[in-house]
């Protein structure tokens, strides 16, 4: 089976569609035809300020929305970054490998060190789509399902592989993204020509996972749409619409001219009453499983830590032989 990996920041209390629907929806379905690796990259979130507290919550937050929304424990192996030392290891490795130009070209690095001021953002910032390529080259992933924002640092990733493959033999996979183009770009509600984001949207702009129905709901109902009547599809001209119709169409598995034609005559009020209903249906039982498994913490952490051991296995086989390509001593 080919193999895959991907990665999810813990950095808010609850995932959003955008992160679902972009990706994680993939990660679940190619449990079928993958050998399957996840991460919460807890190392990536603490790049860019945070709190201790918060953050040992949200990581195990995050496990269970991802056991919750189906990832398979007995499939998938499942990880937390940092209870894999190797990932930082091959990170300083790969760091040598890469010009300081070619960092700095880094599209997310730019518009968060820009937001942060330049100047206070951290080196950990700067070097971040670093520990991502160490992230999925150490598994030899064959694919990286991520939503389009990751397009770059997987151009990234595969050049770092190809770069030490030329200077040192072969010892890495090239990795393809797994990009699935109609829902790659989830976009912001208040805001339908951004993406979604947990950094830069606002509460308003964003549909959380674990939020009370009823408060996505009234997002919903106050989601920009335009000064027309019909219900079409036309990313460019209606983007809010549009974006309304992708969230709509992905989580029931309508086609949009299904949909299209369904609303066909109706109003941009009824579209969106509906789809607060579809998204109060969706997010219901995928609620109560995630309380389910922060109610047994001890459970929860032993799942971890076994999906650890797993990804060790792997980890340490490709960084030991990493070492020794790069003349390290025997026993490193
Ligand atoms: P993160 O945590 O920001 O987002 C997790 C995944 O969600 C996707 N995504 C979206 N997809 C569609 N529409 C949106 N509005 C939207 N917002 C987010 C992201 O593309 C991503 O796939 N750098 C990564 C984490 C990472 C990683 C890795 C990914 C670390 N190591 C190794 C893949 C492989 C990130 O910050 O994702």
Request: charged share 25%.
């Amino acid at each position: 089976r080919p193999r895959v990996l991907s990665g999810i920041q813990p950095t808010a209390d609850s995932f959003h569609v955008g992160n679902y629907l972009g990706a994680v929806r993939n990660w679940v379905a190619m449990q079928e035809t993958h050998d399957t690796f996840y991460s919460v990259v807890d190392l990536h979130a603490i790049t860019a300020g945070h709190d201790p507290v918060a953050l040992r919550h949200s990581t195990r937050v995050a496990a269970a929305q991802l056991f919750a929304v189906g990832l398979d424990p007995e499939r998938t192996t499942l990880f937390v970054q940092s209870q894999v030392p190797e990932h930082a290891q091959l990170a300083w490795v790969l760091s040598c490998i890469t010009g300081f130009g070619e960092a700095s070209r880094m599209t997310q690095f730019k518009d968060k060190s820009v937001k942060q001021g330049a100047d206070r953002s951290s080196v950990g910032l700067f070097t971040y789509p670093i520990l991502q390529a160490a992230d999925i080259l150490l598994y030899q992933a064959d694919a990286v399902p991520v939503g389009e924002d990751q397009r770059q640092h997987l151009e990234l990733t595969r050049d770092l592989a190809q770069r030490f493959n030329t200077r040192f033999g072969r010892t890495f996979t090239v990795p393809a993204p797994y990009i699935v183009r109609d829902t790659a770009k989830i976009t912001d509600l208040q805001d339908p020509t951004a993406k979604m984001s947990k950094s830069s949207s606002s509460p308003a702009g964003i549909i959380m996972l674990l939020d009370d129905p009823a408060k996505s709901a009234k997002k919903i109902r106050s989601a920009v749409t335009d000064t027309g009547r019909d219900i079409v599809f036309d990313p460019e001209q209606k983007a809010g619409v549009s974006n309304l119709l992708t969230i709509y169409a992905a989580l029931t598995g309508r086609s949009i001219d299904d949909l299209v034609g369904a609303y066909a005559g109706k109003g941009y009020g009824d579209l969106k009453k509906d789809l607060a209903e579809v998204v109060a249906e969706f997010v219901r039982p995928i609620q109560q499983r995630t309380q389910g498994y922060l109610d047994d913490p001890a459970q929860l952490d032993k799942l971890l830590a076994v999906g650890a051991e797993k990804a060790r296995a792997v980890a340490s086989a490709t960084l030991r032989e990493v070492y020794d390509r790069v003349g390290f001593l025997p026993g490193s």
